[in-house]
């Protein structure tokens, strides 16, 4: 009497039916998320080249103001002083850049290992500028005194912390690239023997130290150069230096840190910087200026690859290239020996016409 009604819905998936849908469907995101990992590192560094762009004008911009020079030096306190006067980072900061808010988003390294110096250092004489400007009267008659006079006078470590967060942390002095010896330090000041000479007696020789350095690079160095603007390296990506002692805003204590910059010109041989007995002649076989000019490159280990084992560099002449680490040693290898520094292999990956590594941009061998 009665026709059995036809289903108007189709029945349940079974349990097999399911989880073959659910395999398809985790396939699927198998071979989507390399693509989107792909995409996401693309995008952060095309973000990291575009800060270093704007970086690299911000630089022209104070040689304009500042005596033809790029920069008033490395973003150090313990050998170029005020780190929030003093610095390539000052020098943008206090134009209107904000440094600290346009970090390498790629590099784990959140902070400069230069916040060490700034917890721990307890800075003495007169060869570097630890204080910077001195006291001020606001309109209320109340003093001023910048941070670093503020860690001068008090005692390292963690009574530090309130006044680095304050006054230097969250006014963006910070960053996560690295600075190139040619751009804050320009070149080496030599004796007639070939050794680093004190520009100052009693404030040391050092390779790193603007005691013993030309000063920061000028356009007028890039420009009077043989080497082409479009290999001297500028700023790039840091490669990590050490962890920090103490947390600092939102970077806890024992994150790693980054190089504040590059090392300078090392002897090929071993690494060491090039020194000689008194006397030595610059000319001839044995004479220093082949170890220095043909012996030595630059030491580049302060740059890291962090962009899947590519480095962001801006150069001279303001672009940005990514320069490859081939044998995934965390190093970009400009001609060191396997190892040497912990190269794991002689393929030089920062190739000559690429990239500039003698030890001068004007005394070059003939070559």
């Not at 006044?163 to 910070?174: D, G, M, R």
Request: glycine share 10%.
């Amino acid at each position: 009497m009665f026709r059995r009604q036809r289903r108007l819905f189709p029945t349940a998936f079974t349990l097999v039916e399911m989880l073959v849908v659910v395999s398809i469907i985790g396939l699927l995101v198998a071979l989507l998320m390399p693509a989107i990992n792909t995409a996401r590192e693309a995008a952060r560094s095309a973000a990291c080249q575009n800060n270093l762009r704007q970086f690299g004008v911000g630089l022209m911009v104070h040689a304009e103001h500042h005596n033809d020079r790029l920069t008033s030096g490395a973003f150090d306190w313990k050998r170029d002083g005020c780190v929030t006067e003093i610095g390539w980072v000052a020098d943008l900061v206090n134009n209107g850049t904000l440094v600290g808010q346009m970090l390498c988003s790629s590099n784990p390294a959140e902070i400069s290992e230069t916040y060490n110096d700034l917890i721990d250092l307890a800075p003495a004489g007169n060869c570097v500028d630890y204080l910077g400007s001195n006291p001020s009267a606001a309109l209320d008659g109340t003093t001023v005194v910048n941070a670093c006079r503020e860690l001068t006078a008090t005692t390292p470590g963690s009574a530090r912390v309130t006044t680095i967060e304050e006054k230097i942390y969250n006014k963006h002095y910070n960053t996560n690239y690295a600075a190139s010896w040619f751009l804050v330090r320009g070149g080496v000041s030599l004796d007639g023997s070939g050794n680093l000479r004190e520009l100052v007696n009693g404030c040391g020789a050092d390779i790193r130290s603007r005691n013993s350095t030309t000063g920061p690079l000028s356009r007028t160095d890039v420009d009077t150069s043989p080497v082409s603007a479009s290999v001297i390296p500028l700023l790039g990506d840091a490669a990590i230096a050490g962890s920090l002692t103490l947390s600092i805003g939102s970077v806890d204590a024992g994150t790693v840190t980054a190089f504040p910059f590059t090392g300078g010109p090392k002897k090929i041989v071993d690494f060491s910087v090039p020194s000689f007995s008194a006397g030595t002649p610059k000319a001839g076989a044995a004479g220093w200026w082949a170890v220095w000019a043909k012996g030595s490159l630059q030491d580049y280990t302060g740059f890291g690859p962090v962009h899947k084992q590519n480095c962001n560099i801006l150069f001279a002449d303001g672009s940005v290239r990514r320069i490859s680490d081939d044998n995934g040693d965390g190093l970009l290898n400009n001609g060191f020996p396997s190892g040497v520094a912990n190269y794991l292999s002689d393929d030089v990956e920062m190739k000559p016409e690429l990239v500039e590594s003698n030890y001068s941009l004007s005394d070059l061998p003939n070559n």
